[in-house]
Structure formats: structure tokens, C-alpha cells
């Protein structure tokens, strides 16, 4: 007698790429709005600029934990994804403490930030670079990366503001349309 194993099939492409590629409409939404906001109050640090401020990694954090189970991500990706959550998580609360030392304070938390963020976008990126649409991701990690060295050493300039934050998220959030838009492509190729 034979013995059958029964294996769950793997997960195709395209079962992947849907729900990754719903989050990253969300994610551009997200950070063309939230951009728009901040821009319009970057030049101090007021009630409005402060909650944005922290609620982005924040939101970040939730769209890491969002990936983890609505992807079903195993493996290299949820580990690298597992660290942008306490990264992004542990941001918003630095970013609450240094609103009450100033623009320069945020932006060199702000920096930190962006290049660990963007360290661990870029890791899970090239984990995922076969299921598609990956590319984009990989080229805003390494951007995020130089970006906050740039804020960081923006911090102990006179004039420091935080237009240039604005236009990061702006920035991310079109690499994530940019993704968006290449997975669905990939998936009427499958």
C-alpha cells in the first residue's frame, strides 16, 4: 500500500501579490496625504506637525504587522519584517520625547529611523524580488538609507525644518504605487 502525503498547495503569485498589492495603494494614500499635511505646517513644531510626526512610523508599524499576516510571510521576510515593527514602533515614542526638544532633535530621530527602516525594507525587498514588483522597494530601502543620513546631518543646520520629511514620504509612497502597479502587471502575466 502507498502512502499518499497530501501538501497544501504553495502560495502562487498572484494569491501573494493581491493583498500586498492592496497595502501598498494604501501605503501611497497614506503618504501623499500625510505629506500634503505636513508640508503645510513644516516649518514648526505644533500639535498638528507633532502627531503627524509620530503617527507615521506608527503606521508604519501596522502595515509591517498587515504584510506579516496578510501575506503569510515566512521565513527571511517576517524576521526582516518583524524588526521593522519594534523599529517603527520605538521611532513614534523617540519622536514623541524629541518633539519636546525641537525640529532638530525629530530630525536626527527622523534619520535614524529612515536608515534603519530603509535597511529593513531593502532586506525584505530582496527576499521577495521573485514574486515581483519588488524593485521599486529595493530602489526606495537604498534611498531611505542615504536620505537619513541627509536629515541627520540637516539637524545641526540654522533653518532646519521639516519640508524635507514631507518629501520623503511623498517620495516612498510613490515607490510603493510603483510596486502596486508592477504587481498587478505581473499578475494578468501570470
Known sequence: MDTVIIKPAPSTPASFSAP???????RFAFAAA???LLFATADTLGPLSGTLLVLYPLFDAACAVVDLRSTRATGGAAARLWVNVGL???????????????IPAVLRVWGVWAVTAGIAQLAVALVRRRTGGQWPMIASGAISTLAGTSFFL?????????????GYAFLGGVF????????GSANRND
Open 20 to 26: 500586498l498589492r492592496k497595502l501598498y495603494f494604501l
Open 34 to 36: 500625510w505629506a500634503a
Open 88 to 102: 517603527s514602533a520605538l521611532t513614534g515614542v523617540a519622536l514623541g520625547v524629541a518633539l519636546a526638544s525641537g
Open 154 to 166: 540637516q539637524a545641526g543646520k540654522d533653518g532646519a525644518n521639516l519640508t524635507n520629511l514631507a
Open 176 to 183: 510603493f504605487l510603483a510596486s502596486a502597479l508592477r504587481l
